[in-house]
């Protein structure tokens, strides 16, 4: 079946890097957009940006522009995120998920929670 | 970037009874791409409704969404014990993708 499966939670300290991944399985990889969406814990959902998994081509949301990097490994159908410069606030758990071109999110990722603190 | 505002906050009601829900742009939401996602506690957000008014797959037609420009409404026929959630809007028809804050439907 369809699904993105992320990896397992981070404990990371301010100033440091985390690297999260979702692996794709049960459809064509590149065919479909890839977003990136965090929840605070509590909060609500705020988009991060997307990356097109055929050209590698990413939209970063202004807020995360110089922070973040959307990669993907086509020959392994996973997309990355990584965010650098870490900072309290960052704690929030991570989604990816999967736009149709004609429905935004359809499938989404189990989350990866991220913490961080010194 | 558009700006949406869902109302009540929290609705309370009972198993049975009709829910709507409301969410307001900021501004015209083009080509009324604008989704309604379902969140329970500890899990990742479901789509319902993409279009404004399509339901996703797999969807009860209890729910259904309305609405275009500026203003739309998720409405749950009638209250199933499972539909107990937060509800969000969202607009997808122009970056950045953003988000309402959310409706907390809860047992009354």
């Known amino acids: 079946q369809v699904q993105l499966v992320q990896s397992g939670a981070e404990v990371k300290k301010p100033g440091a890097s985390v690297k999260v991944s979702c692996k794709a399985s049960?459809?064509?990889?590149?065919?479909?957009?890839m977003h990136w969406v965090r929840q605070a814990p509590g909060q609500g959902l705020e988009w991060m940006g997307g990356?097109?998994?055929?050209?590698?081509?990413?939209n970063y949301g202004q807020k995360f522009q110089g922070r973040v990097t959307m990669t993907r490994d086509t020959s392994i159908s996973t997309a990355y995120m990584e965010l650098s410069r870490l900072r309290s606030d960052d704690t929030a758990v991570y989604y990816c998920?999967?736009?149709?071109?004609?429905?935004?999110?359809?499938?989404w990722g189990q989350g990866t929670m991220v913490t961080v603190s010194s | 970037e558009v700006v949406l505002t869902q109302s009540p906050g929290t609705l309370s009601l009972s198993p049975g009874e009709r829910a709507t829900l409301s969410c307001r742009a900021s501004?015209?939401?083009?080509?009324?791409?604008l989704a309604w996602y379902q969140q329970k506690p500890g899990q990742a957000p479901r789509l319902l409704i993409y279009?404004?008014?399509s339901r996703a797959t797999g969807i009860p037609d209890r729910f259904s969404g309305s609405g275009s420009g500026t203003d739309f409404t998720l409405t749950i026929s009638r209250l199933e014990p499972e539909d107990f959630a937060v509800y969000y809007c969202q607009q997808y028809g122009s970056s950045p993708w953003t988000f309402g804050q959310g409706t907390k439907v809860e047992i009354k």
């Open positions: 990356i097109n998994p055929n050209t590698g081509g990413t």
């Open positions: 501004q015209s939401v083009t080509s009324s791409y």
């Open positions: 279009g404004a008014s």
């Open positions: 049960g459809y064509t990889f590149t065919g479909y957009y």
């Open positions: 998920a999967r736009e149709t071109g004609i429905a935004p999110a359809d499938i």
